[in-house]
């Protein structure tokens, strides 16, 4: 199994988007969630290290400026979705890589204040 290491730059940027109200409440994120052509398309407009700021991992190990080398992206590109954090919260958690899960949920929680989401 991978070892993943929190990446600052990505949660960082996805600070800055919810601060933006980059964000998008309802949607499924097996619809919307990158494939690889998306990626692709991505990266021919964008340098790796815009790249690496839509992900909150980094896989340890992996080489610097590959795919390979980023996880838990966390939105489309253009805005962070929720149904991405609560995935990369669920997935992280389920696959005990407790900083990641961690800062998802960081996220997550920023998220909803943001918006107005609170328990209830």
């Not at 409440?25 to 052509?37: F, N």
């Not at 896989?59 to 609560?86: C, M, N, P």
């Amino acid at each position: 199994m991978a070892t993943y290491a929190v990446n600052e730059a990505g949660v960082a940027r996805c600070r800055d988007l919810i601060d933006a109200r980059q964000y998008v409440l309802d949607s499924e994120w097996s619809d919307v969630q990158p494939d690889a052509d998306a990626e692709n398309t991505y990266l021919e407009r964008h340098s790796f290290e815009e790249y690496a700021q839509w992900h909150l991992g980094l896989t340890v190990g992996a080489t610097e400026g590959t795919k390979s080398r980023y996880a838990f992206v966390f939105g489309d590109f253009r805005r962070v979705h929720r149904s991405a954090l609560i995935a990369c919260v669920f997935r992280a958690a389920q696959w005990r890589h407790k900083a990641v899960e961690l800062a998802a949920h960081e996220l997550l929680q920023r998220l909803d204040a943001a918006s107005g989401l609170t328990a209830d």
